[in-house]
């Protein structure tokens, strides 16, 4: 059943189908950024600016990477918790405790993996010597089963001597083989 527009044109359900879902994929992928610079702008309103702390008004002369630890950078050009010396050496007590800490960590990391390794090197010892002995037993089975062998070739060999001499002197007595 076509729908009208308010043109006065028909509309197929299908179109309309289509043009809804558009509509949503619409709102979808463009609602959350718009939502947040909403917000964003009302805040900016409320507040008068963007930046939430205040700007550090400071002429400090003393680069900020001579407390920084190696790896950090500092973006600002000038850092106002130099100019304090005692806000220095506190800053340089949390990083040498950082840095204790991360020793502290990574050797129970590595006393952790040679722990690991211990065990593993000693259960490879344990199936190491269990199979060692099986082994041992495959190869005392083995010299049994070959004396057993040599013990019946001789024995074999016995028995067809004895079995020729019978022979021999049933032929001697008129035995005949048919």
Not at 9 to 34: D, E, M, R, T
Not at 39 to 58: D, M, Q, T, W, Y
Not at 128 to 135: G, I, M, R
Not at 138 to 166: D, H, P, S, V, Y
Request: charged share 30%; hydrophobic share 35%; with cysteine.
């Amino acid at each position: 059943m076509p729908i009208l527009q308010a043109s006065g044109s028909v509309c197929s359900p299908g179109k309309a189908c289509v043009l809804l879902c558009a509509f949503i994929l619409a709102i979808y992928i463009l609602g959350p950024p718009l939502y947040w610079h909403f917000f964003e702008g009302i805040a900016v309103l409320k507040h008068g600016s963007r930046s939430e702390c205040a700007p550090c008004n400071c002429d400090c002369a003393v680069d900020s990477a001579s407390v920084l630890p190696p790896g950090f950078t500092n973006n600002q050009s000038a850092d106002c918790t130099n100019a304090d010396p005692s806000m220095r050496e506190e800053l340089g007590k949390y990083t040498a405790d950082l840095l204790s800490e991360e020793l502290k960590l990574e050797a129970s990391v590595a006393e952790d993996n040679q722990r690991r390794a211990d065990s593993a090197l000693l259960e490879a010892k344990k199936l190491s010597s269990q199979y060692q002995k099986e082994a041992e037993k495959c190869n005392f089975g083995m010299e049994t089963c070959e004396e057993a062998r040599e013990k019946a070739e001789e024995a074999l060999i016995e028995q067809k001597k004895i079995t020729k001499k019978w022979e021999k002197r049933a032929r001697d007595l008129g035995w005949k083989n048919d």
